[in-house]
C-alpha cells in the first residue's frame, strides 16, 4: 500500500508542475502554434495521470494492477522522464528577474528542434502510459526497458518487435485523439480572445491598473460567488486595459483545479464573426483549451454537423456550455466593452439573457465593462439585478507612470526635458490634467509633444493640448497633413482601409494591398512599405496588435470618428478598395482552381490579400462605386479562370475536413459571381456581351438561384424579368431558387418566386428529401413558413428521406413560434414518427426544448412515452442529456420513470452514467433499480 501511496504522491506532484507549465505557456508570448502543440500535449497526458492516480489510490488493488503502477515509478522510468520534460519546459518558461517584470510577456525561448525533442519525450510516456491503464503488462515491462535503453535514440531504431508496434499504435492513437481535440475546437468558434488578451497586457506600463486589484468592489467580486461586476467609463478610459489586467491577474492566481476563466473583447470591426453563438462557442473552446475533456455530447454533435457540412444552433452551444460550466466549483467570466456589440437582431439581449441563466446554475462570476450608453446600461442592469458598480477612469497615478515611461524611452521629448528639467514636471502636470480620466488621451497628447523638434514648441503644445477626443483627432489630421506630401498621402492610403475594410486586416494583408497599382499582373516586392512608417504616418491614429498582426484604429472612438467623417475625407475609398481587389484578382498566377487542399492552402499562404479581395470586392463596389468599377469588373469577370479562382476562395467553408476545398463548383459566370454580391448594375452589361443569364455552374445552379440564396431582391427581379431565366430550376442536388431563398429567410424573394405560375412551392429535392417548408421551418423563418402555407400546393406534413416533417424539424431546433404555427392546423400529425421511431416530443425533449415540450405535450394526440427504436422514451434522451426542466415536465405529465429501452437501461441510469445529479435527485424517488442496471 505504501508504495502505491507514493506513486499517487509523485503523479500528483506532477499534475501540480503540469498546472504551472500550463500557466507559463499562457504567458509567453510568440509561437502561437508550438504553444497549442504542448497545451494539448501536456493536458492529454494530464487526464492519463488522474486515472492512473485514482488506481493507485484504490485500497483493493489487484497485484497486476499494482506492479504495473509501481513499474512507472522505476528510476528513469516514464514518470521520471515525464517531469524532466515539464521542468524543461518550466525552467525555461519561468519569468525572470529583470526580464520579464509582472504583466509584461515573454518571448517564445525554444528553437523548432527542441519543441520537437520535447514533444517526442512527452508523445513516449503518454503512449506507455496508455498501456498501463490498458493493463498490458508484458507490452509495458518491455517498453519501459526500451524506452530507458535509448533515452537519446529514436525509439524507431530499437527494432521491429511487438513492443514497438503497441508503443507505435498508442502513438498513432495518442496523435489522432489529439488532432480530434484541435479540430473540435477549431470547429467550435473562429474567435480566439487569447491572442487578443496576450497584445493589450504586452502593452501594460508597469504598475499600472493595480488601483482596480487592490479596491473593495474587486475584492467582493473576487471572493463571492454568482457576483457581477459591472465597469462603466467615458470613452478612452483604458476599459480594455483594466479588463486585460483582472484577466492577468486571476490566471496568475485564481487559476487551478476546477477553477475556469473565460472572456471576451468585443470589437466594433468584428460583428460579422462576433455573433451570439459563435460568442458562446468562444468561452466553450476557451475553458475546454484549459481541461480538454471533449465529452460524448460535443462529440457526437461535431461528427454529426460536420457529416452535414452545417453548424451547431445556438440552443446547442448554449446547452454544451453549460454543461461545461458545472464542471467547474467556480467560473470568472470577463466581457470587455459590451458597447461594442453590434446589436442586430437583439443579439446582445439574447446574449446577457444566457449569460444570467449561465450564472443562475453555475458558480460564475462575471464582470463587464461599456460606455456610459443608456440603453445599454439599462438592458444590463434589467438582465443582472444585483450587481456591484464601479466606474473605470484613468486614475492620476497610472496617467503619471504612463507619462514618465514615455519621456524616458528616448527620443525627442527625452533630450528636451534633460536639457531643461522643468519642463519634465510641466509635461506631466499638464497631460495628467488635460486628459481628464481618458487614457487615450494622455496617449495621443503624448504622441503629439513627441513629434515636436525643440522645447518652445513643446511648451506651445503644451499650452493648447485639446480636452475633447474629436478635437484631439481633428488636431491628429492636421499633423498629418503637415507631413510631406508622400508621407500624408500614405496616411489617407492607411486609414481610408482600415475605416472602411469589411473586417480587420493584418499588417501583411495592408502592405500588399498599397503595393497594388493599375495595370499591374503581380507585386513587385520592392514597394512593400515597413510596418512602423504605416503606424508612423498616421499620427497615433493606427496601433498593431504584435501577437495577431492586426492592424486597427488606436479606439473605438476613433471609428466614430472617422465614419462621421470619412465621406467628406475619403470620399472615394469604396470604390479604390474595390479596385485594387479587382486588380489583384486580376493577378496572372491566380490561374484556375486548385485541385486539392494542400494548393488551395499553399496559394493562400503565398498570397496575402486573396482571401480578403475574393470574398469582399463584391461589398466594396456596390452602390455609388459600382459604376465606378465596371470596367475592371467587367475585364475580370469575364475571364473564367480567374472567376474560378476567386470564387473557389469564397465559397470555400471555414471549418476543415477531407478535400474541403473541392466543395465549390469548378465552373463559374461572372454573372453568378454578380448575383452572390447583388451587383444589378454590372449584370446588366454583362448580359449585352455575350454571356448567358441561364447559364448553370458545375453544380447545375443559375445566377437565380445565387441571387436567391443571397437575399438579393433587385437582382432576383431582373432575372424574372428575362424570358431566358427557368424561374424553377433545380441544381444537382434538386433544390430550386425557392428552396434556397426559404432556407435563408428571405421573405421578400420568396414572394416574388411564389407569384409565379412556373414555381412549384413543394418541390423535394434529391437528398434528403427536402421542401421549401421544410427548410424555412428547421431554420425557424416563421414569416416565410406563413408564405408557403398560404400556398394550396403545399405538404404540411411531408417527409424527407428519414421521414421527419417540418414540426419535428422545427420542434428539434426549439422553433417555439413555429411549432404553435403547426399544430393549430388539421394536417399535422403532431405525433408523426421518423423511420428511427423518433417523435417531435421525442426530439425536443432530447435537446432540452422545455417550451416546444409543453406545448406538445398540451396535445391529446401526443404520446408522453412514445419510443423509438431502442426502445428510449422522451424522459431517457432528456435523462441522457441532463435537461432538468425537461425532466420535470415530462414527470409531471405522467412519463414512466421506470421503462427500460432494449439494454435494460432506465432514465436514471442514463443520468447516473453521465453524471446529471439534478436528473438523477429528480429520479430516484420514483425509481428502483436493479442490480443489472
Known amino acids: 500500500m505504501g508504495d502505491t501511496l507514493g506513486i499517487s504522491a509523485s503523479i500528483t506532484a506532477i499534475l501540480q508542475l503540469t498546472r504551472t507549465v500550463v500557466h507559463y505557456l499562457h504567458e509567453v508570448k510568440g509561437a502561437s502554434e508550438d504553444r497549442q502543440r504542448i497545451l494539448v500535449e501536456v493536458a492529454s497526458v494530464s487526464g492519463i495521470l488522474f486515472n492512473l492516480k485514482d488506481l493507485a489510490e484504490r485500497k483493493q488493488l489487484e497485484d497486476s494492477w499494482s506492479v504495473m503502477i509501481k513499474s512507472l515509478n522505476i528510476p528513469n522510468g516514464p514518470i521520471e522522464q515525464f517531469k524532466l520534460a515539464l521542468q524543461r519546459l518550466a525552467s525555461n518558461l519561468a519569468p525572470v528577474d529583470g526580464l520579464k517584470k509582472f504583466g509584461k510577456a515573454l518571448v ?50 530499437v527494432g521491429k518487435t511487438v513492443t514497438q508496434l503497441r ?38 506600463q508597469e504598475g499600472t491598473g493595480q488601483w482596480l486589484l487592490e479596491c473593495d468592489e474587486f475584492k467582493t467580486w473576487l471572493s463571492g460567488t454568482r457576483e457581477t461586476l459591472f465597469c462603466p467609463g467615458i470613452p478612452g478610459a483604458g476599459k480594455t486595459m483594466l479588463a486585460s489586467i483582472a484577466i492577468d491577474y486571476l490566471w496568475n492566481t485564481m487559476r487551478r483545479e476546477r477553477i475556469g476563466i473565460a472572456y471576451i473583447y468585443f470589437n466594433y ?69 459590451l458597447d461594442e456589440f453590434t446589436d442586430n437582431d437583439g443579439g446582445r439581449q439574447l446574449l446577457l439573457s444566457k449569460l444570467r441563466m449561465l450564472q443562475a446554475t453555475s458558480a460564475m462570476n462575471l464582470m463587464a465593462t461599456l460606455r456610459f450608453i443608456p440603453n445599454i446600461v439599462q438592458e444590463f442592469q434589467e438582465e443582472f439585478k444585483r450587481n456591484t458598480q464601479l466606474e473605470i477612469r484613468a486614475s492620476d497615478g497610472d496617467v503619471v507612470k504612463y507619462v514618465e515611461a514615455r519621456i524616458g524611452k528616448g527620443g525627442r521629448l527625452r533630450r528636451h526635458v534633460e536639457e531643461d528639467p522643468i519642463l519634465h514636471d510641466k509635461i506631466v502636470a499638464t497631460v495628467v490634467k488635460n486628459s481628464q480620466g481618458m487614457f487615450l488621451l494622455a496617449q495621443l497628447h503624448m504622441d503629439s509633444l513627441a513629434k515636436k523638434h525643440h522645447r518652445k514648441a513643446v511648451r506651445l503644445a503644451l499650452d493648447n493640448l485639446p480636452k475633447e477626443l474629436d478635437s484631439t483627432y481633428a488636431e491628429a489630421l492636421q499633423r498629418i497633413e503637415c507631413q510631406d506630401e508622400e508621407d500624408a498621402a500614405l496616411a489617407h492610403q492607411v486609414l481610408s482601409w482600415i475605416s472602411f475594410a469589411i473586417r480587420p486586416l493584418t499588417v501583411q494583408e495592408i502592405k500588399c494591398a498599397l503595393a497594388v497599382e493599375p495595370g499591374q499582373t503581380s507585386i513587385d516586392n520592392d514597394t512593400l512599405i ?51 481587389c479587382l486588380v489583384y484578382l486580376s493577378f496572372d498566377i491566380f490561374e484556375g482552381y486548385c485541385s486539392s487542399d494542400k494548393m488551395l492552402e499553399d496559394r493562400l499562404r503565398q498570397n496575402v490579400l486573396l482571401d480578403y479581395a475574393a470574398r469582399n470586392w463584391g461589398h466594396h463596389a456596390s452602390g455609388d462605386a459600382e459604376q465606378a468599377v465596371k470596367g475592371l469588373a467587367l475585364e475580370f469577370l469575364k475571364n473564367y479562370r480567374k472567376v474560378s479562382c476567386s470564387v473557389q476562395v469564397l465559397l470555400v467553408p471555414n471549418y476543415r475536413y477531407i478535400r474541403y476545398s473541392q466543395r465549390p463548383p469548378k465552373y463559374v459566370s461572372g454573372i453568378h459571381l454578380c448575383a452572390y454580391f447583388g451587383l444589378k448594375g454590372i449584370i446588366i452589361s454583362l448580359l449585352e456581351s455575350t454571356m448567358v443569364v441561364g447559364s448553370k455552374d458545375s453544380a447545375n445552379r443559375t445566377p437565380l438561384s445565387w441571387a436567391a440564396e443571397r437575399g438579393h431582391e433587385e437582382v432576383v427581379k431582373l432575372l424574372l424579368s428575362r424570358g431566358d431565366v427557368a424561374a424553377d430550376s433545380k441544381d444537382e442536388d434538386g433544390r430550386t431558387p425557392l428552396s434556397w431563398a426559404a432556407e435563408g429567410g428571405h421573405q421578400e424573394v420568396v414572394k416574388l418566386l411564389l407569384a409565379r405560375d412556373d414555381v412549384a412551392a413543394d418541390s423535394k429535392d434529391k437528398y434528403p428529401g427536402r421542401t421549401p417548408l421544410s427548410w424555412a421551418a428547421e431554420r425557424g423563418h416563421e414569416e416565410v413558413v406563413k408564405l408557403l ?30 411549432v404553435k404555427l403547426l399544430l393549430v392546423r388539421d394536417d399535422v400529425a403532431a405525433d408523426s414518427k421518423t423511420d428511427y421511431g423518433q417523435t417531435p416530443l421525442l426530439r425536443a425533449a432530447g435537446r432540452g426544448h422545455a417550451g416546444v ?24 434522451w432528456a435523462a441522457w442529456r441532463g435537461h432538468e426542466e425537461t425532466v420535470k415536465l415530462l414527470l ?19 443520468a447516473a452514467a453521465r453524471g446529471h445529479l439534478g436528473v438523477v435527485n429528480l429520479l430516484t424517488p420514483l425509481t428502483t433499480l436493479a442490480p443489472e442496471s
Open 167 to 204: 508503443i507505435g499504435q498508442a502513438h498513432q492513437e495518442s496523435r489522432l485523439q489529439d488532432q480530434e481535440i484541435r479540430d473540435i475546437l477549431a470547429w467550435l468558434s473562429p474567435l480566439d480572445f487569447p491572442v487578443q488578451q496576450s497584445d493589450f497586457i504586452a502593452r501594460r
Open 269 to 337: 470591426r468584428s460583428h460579422l464573426e462576433q455573433t451570439p453563438i459563435n460568442l458562446l462557442a468562444s468561452l466553450l473552446k476557451q475553458l475546454l483549451q484549459e481541461d480538454p475533456f471533449i465529452s460524448d455530447d460535443l462529440k457526437s454533435l461535431y461528427e454529426r454537423h460536420v457529416r452535414k457540412k452545417t453548424r451547431p444552433t445556438f440552443d446547442e452551444v448554449y446547452k454544451l456550455l453549460h454543461s461545461e460550466m458545472n464542471r467547474y466549483t467556480q467560473i470568472f467570466i470577463v466581457v470587455d466593452a
Open 530 to 580: 515597413d510596418e512602423d512608417l504605416l503606424v508612423s504616418v498616421c499620427a497615433g491614429m493606427v496601433t498593431v496588435d504584435q501577437e495577431s498582426g492586426i492592424i486597427r484604429l488606436v479606439h473605438y472612438t476613433t471609428q466614430e470618428y472617422f465614419e462621421r467623417i470619412r465621406s467628406e475625407r475619403f470620399p472615394d475609398a469604396q470604390q479604390n478598395i474595390a479596385a485594387t
Open 853 to 876: 415540450v409543453k406545448l406538445l405535450l398540451d396535445r391529446d394526440d401526443v404520446a408522453v412515452d412514445s419510443k423509438d427504436r431502442g426502445n428510449r422514451t422522451p424522459l431517457s
Open 892 to 910: 409531471g405529465r405522467g412519463a414512466a420513470a421506470d421503462s427500460k429501452d432494449l439494454n435494460g437501461r432506465m432514465p436514471l441510469s442514463w
Open 789 to 818: 402555407l398560404g400556398r394550396g400546393d403545399v405538404t404540411v406534413d411531408s417527409k424527407d428521406w428519414y421521414g421527419r416533417t417540418p414540426l419535428l424539424l422545427a420542434a428539434a431546433e426549439g422553433h417555439e413560434g413555429l
Open 108 to 157: 517564445w525561448p525554444f528553437q523548432k528542434g527542441e519543441i520537437e525533442g520535447i514533444l517526442g519525450t512527452i508523445e513516449r510516456q503518454k503512449a506507455l502510459f496508455n498501456l498501463a491503464l490498458q493493463n498490458d503488462h508484458i507490452g509495458l515491462s518491455q517498453a519501459i526497458k526500451a524506452d530507458i535503453a535509448s533515452l537519446h535514440d529514436e525509439l524507431g531504431k
